[in-house]
């Protein structure tokens, strides 16, 4: 089991400093600005109104709740696991002093055993790909989820192995808040029909 262990930090190191390369102030730039949350707020008012155009206020405000709501938790799960397993960032391992491209100076918080970020965009876009069901916006939005995770390997302060299993985490609690989503809107639905006895005599 140790040996198992061993290999796959050994995998994971390797391929981290295969894809944290330095690739010059124009990557720098972009993957730090595609890395920070508030980047994203024009794109999470469109994915709103989106929702809005298609289910009307109310549902859209209870959808934008769900989401944020499956977003904080897996955020959540996400911290739990950096704080309980307190797997080294790359960019605070010893062991990969010097090896490891950073943008501005930036290294993260200490641990960072399952990515936030991979976390909550991931939960986002499978959300929003299942309420539309057209595989160009699942594309859409799983490479905007990719993008934002992979700016954090670029950035030095996560591991391939933690975008994975942030990505995990996103898809749980992401699917999660689009059935419950769902399960209301059927419900809500039922109610407003008339029953067959209210149309006799």
């Not at 911290?79 to 080294?88: A, E, M, P, R």
């Not at 160009?136 to 939005?141: E, P, Q, S, Y």
């Not at 996103?170 to 059935?179: A, E, K």
Request: charged share 15%; aromatic share 18%.
């Amino acid at each position: 089991m140790e040996t198992v262990i061993e290999w796959w930090r050994t995998a994971d190191r390797a391929i981290f400093l295969a894809l944290n390369g330095d690739g010059g102030a124009f990557a720098d730039g972009f993957f730090w600005t595609m890395s920070h949350i508030y980047t994203w707020i024009p794109f999470y008012i469109f994915l709103g109104w989106m929702l809005y155009r298609r289910f009307g206020w109310r549902k859209m405000l209870l959808a934008v709740a769900l989401i944020g709501l499956g977003v904080i938790v897996a955020d959540q799960v996400a911290n739990i696991f950096k704080y309980g397993v307190g797997k080294l960032r790359p960019t605070h391992n010893p062991a990969l002093e010097g090896l490891v491209h950073t943008v501005r100076g930036y290294r993260g918080g200490l641990y960072g055993t399952v990515s936030a970020h991979a976390a909550s965009s991931v939960a986002i876009a499978l959300f929003i790909s299942l309420i539309y069901r057209r595989w160009w916006i699942a594309v859409g939005m799983f490479a905007w989820a990719a993008v934002v995770s992979y700016s954090r390997i670029y950035l030095g302060v996560h591991y391939p192995a933690d975008i994975f299993f942030g990505t995990i985490d996103g898809l749980f609690w992401g699917w999660l808040s689009w059935w419950i989503f769902m399960l209301i809107l059927q419900k809500t639905e039922k109610l407003r029909r008339p029953r067959a006895t209210d149309n006799c005599g």
